[in-house]
């Protein structure tokens, strides 16, 4: 967190403090949703981080847009009823 909150303040000209608050509640809202897991266990990017060359504009909060008109069909599909095994283990069924 510590290298991309760096990373980011830098390119964008922004306190580093608000980019590492603004990166941590967009993170916490992915968490939440469960698109990402959180992980306990900090790890070492394969590759150095760098952002693509070009204009930027003012910084602003990462912004994570959750669209759910279509979830009702998403959820017919049936390698969406797995486990934790993933596909195609169906979960136990429910007593």
């Known amino acids: 967190?510590?290298?991309?909150?760096?990373?980011?303040?830098?390119?964008?000209?922004?306190?580093?403090?608000?980019v590492r608050k603004d990166v941590e509640q967009c993170v916490a809202t992915m968490i939440e949703r469960e698109i990402i897991r959180g992980d306990e266990t900090p790890s070492r990017p394969t590759a150095d981080l760098a952002l693509p060359k070009g204009a930027r504009s003012a910084w602003t909060m990462p912004n994570f847009d959750e669209c759910m008109d279509m979830w009702?069909?998403?959820?017919?599909?049936?390698?969406?009823?797995v486990g934790e095994a993933g596909w195609?283990?169906?979960p136990a069924p429910k007593v």
């Open 88 to 90: 195609p283990f169906a």
């Open 72 to 81: 009702d069909l998403i959820q017919l599909d049936p390698i969406h009823d």
């Open 1 to 18: 967190m510590e290298e991309a909150t760096a990373l980011l303040s830098a390119a964008y000209a922004h306190d580093a403090e608000m």
